[in-house]
Nanobody, 121 residues
Framework: QVQVVESGGGLVQAGGSLRLSCAAS??????????MGWFRQAPGKEREFVAA????????DYADSVKGRFTISRDSAKNTVYLQMNSLKPEDTAVYYC????????????WGQGTQVTVSS
C-alpha cells in the first residue's frame, strides 16, 4: 500500500507565499520511479492539474495559470515533492492534492487526501 501525505496548507494574504510538501511511501514504493504532481480543486469546480515533475527532477510541467509563480521540485533522499507557491491570488484558493504516478495532466496512480490553501484578498 502506498501512502501519499500532503502538508503545508493554510491561510495567506494575496501576494504571499506558501510551500506545500508531499511525502510518499510504501513497502514496495520506489519514489524515484514515479512522476509526481500536484492538482487542485476549488469549490464547485472540477479538479485541475497544477504541476508535475519527472522522475529525475529535471523536467517539469505547469498549468498556464501558475506558470512563473509556482515551482515544483522533488527530493529523492526524503521521498518528498514540494510545491513552492509565490504571488498567490484569491483564485488559487483550493484543496491541493499530491499524486504519484502522474500520466499527462489528468491521471495518477496514487492520491493524497489533500490540503487546504486559502488566499484572502
Amino acid at each position: 500500500q502506498v501512502q501519499v501525505v500532503e502538508s503545508g496548507g493554510g491561510l495567506v494574504q494575496a501576494g504571499g507565499s506558501l510551500r506545500l510538501s508531499c511525502a510518499a511511501s510504501g513497502r514496495t514504493f520506489t519514489f524515484s520511479s514515479y512522476t509526481m504532481g500536484w492538482f487542485r480543486q476549488a469549490p464547485g469546480k472540477e479538479r485541475e492539474f497544477v504541476a508535475a515533475v519527472d522522475r529525475s527532477g529535471g523536467g517539469a510541467d505547469y498549468a498556464d495559470s501558475v506558470k512563473g509563480r509556482f515551482t515544483i521540485s522533488r527530493d529523492s533522499a526524503k521521498n518528498t515533492v514540494y510545491l513552492q507557491m509565490n504571488s498567490l491570488k484569491p483564485e488559487d484558493t483550493a484543496v491541493y492534492y499530491c499524486a504519484a504516478g502522474v500520466v499527462g495532466r489528468g491521471l495518477a496512480s496514487y492520491w493524497g487526501q489533500g490540503t487546504q490553501v486559502t488566499v484572502s484578498s
